[in-house]
T-cell receptor, first 113, second 115 residues
Framework: DGGITQSPKYLFRKEGQNVTLSCEQN?????MYWYRQDPGQGLRLIYY???????QKGDIAEGYSVSREKKESFPLTVTSAQKNPTAFYLC????????????FGSGTRLTVV | DAKTTQPTSMDCAEGRAANLPCNHS???????VYWYRQIHSQGPQYIIH???NNETNEMASLIITEDRKSSTLILPHATLRDTAVYYC????????????????FGQGTILTVHP
């Protein structure tokens, strides 16, 4: 079945370490997105990508980096510069850069200790 | 993007219709109304969207008032699996530039469906 796979589901890291969250889709979607969600809050956009080798900052890009070397993959690196990295991270994709019909992954819960 | 206002929480009996309101009084002419829902600890799920006409799909119906300042998402026969946070989002569909693809999720409405 087509979908988006985020791994791992739970991730623990020590403060000061960089960590990379995986996001893979087999939907042949052009656009991919990364969101962050804090407890009781809505989603906030970190980065998005329209096509391979292109990506744009979202509303809260500081302390994060991404790459889009393949259409299927959009990994997110949480760097040590991110002051409050503990959160629920969601990856999404859409057939093109649009606002409807997003498919979301099941998320990665990152805890920094 | 226009701001939306939703009730914090709502309850509904299983089998009854769930009517979730959303106010968007500052909506502009080229902005669409989108609805997504998020079941606990999962990614959000797209439900429906519309511009000014009422819309219906296999999941729900969307009723937009004539002045477009408010809308209602209707789940016709709510089940326990419909318990989730429902997000109403107003934004342009294809503006190009900064609003394209940037869905802004507020805090939404927590819908609890009771047996």
């Amino acid at each position: 079945d087509g979908g988006i796979t985020q791994s791992p589901k739970y991730l623990f890291r020590k403060e000061g370490q960089n960590v990379t969250l995986s996001c893979e889709q087999n939907l042949n979607h052009d656009a991919m997105y990364w969101y962050r969600q804090d407890p009781g809050q809505g989603l906030r956009l970190i980065y998005y990508s329209q096509i391979v080798n292109d990506f744009q900052k979202g509303d809260i890009a500081e302390g994060y980096s991404v790459s889009r070397e393949k259409k299927e993959s959009f990994p997110l690196t949480v760097t040590s510069a991110q002051k409050n990295p503990t959160a629920f991270y969601l990856c999404a994709s859409s057939i093109r850069l649009t606002n409807y019909g997003y498919t979301f992954g099941s998320g990665t819960r990152l805890t920094v200790v | 993007d226009a701001k939306t206002t939703q009730p914090t929480s709502m309850d509904c009996a299983e089998g009854r219709a769930a009517n979730l309101p959303c106010n968007h009084s500052t909506i502009s002419g080229n902005e669409y109304v989108y609805w997504y829902r998020q079941i606990h600890s999962q990614g959000p799920q797209y439900i429906i969207h519309g511009l000014k006409n009422n819309e219906t799909n296999e999941m729900a119906s969307l009723i937009i008032t004539e002045d477009r300042k408010s809308s209602t998402l209707i789940l016709p026969h709510a089940t326990l699996r419909d318990t989730a946070v429902y997000y109403c989002i107003v934004t342009t569909e294809n503006a190009g530039g900064t609003s394209y693809g940037k869905l802004t999720f507020g805090q939404g409405t927590i819908l609890t469906v009771h047996p």
